[in-house]
């Protein structure tokens, strides 16, 4: 029984120019560079996609919350409780700026004439 070639490994260059001729004629030469551009654009996002895969595969390694020290525990709580400060004051902070820039029209009249 002979090994079965791949197809693309029999090619010739006439072949090769022969199947350009036909992309040429299906799609246009206008639309071939487009073609191609949106070509490499997937194969980059794909590139990208399958590294950040593997990233997170290695990210997977981290210590877990269990493995960790007493010291790191409390620090990772002291951390938690800094953040939780910060969005509080931010929301605060947020809510005052917004009451000076209130439109005083939309606030109801009071009229100060008797």
Do not use: C
């Amino acid at each position: 029984m002979t090994p079965v070639a791949p197809l693309i490994a029999n090619l010739g260059p006439t072949e090769i120019i022969l199947i350009i001729l036909v992309l040429v004629l299906l799609f246009g030469a206008k639309k071939l560079p487009d073609l191609a551009r949106g070509s490499g654009r997937a194969l980059r996002i794909f590139k990208a996609e399958t590294k950040g895969l593997l990233d997170d595969d290695d990210d997977a390694d981290v210590v877990s919350d269990s493995q960790k020290t007493e010291a790191q525990r409390q620090i990772d709580a002291q951390r938690r409780v800094d953040a939780a400060r910060r969005v509080e004051a931010e929301r605060v902070e947020g809510q005052r700026v917004e009451s000076q820039h209130r439109d005083p029209s939309a606030e109801p009249r009071r009229d100060t004439e008797l």
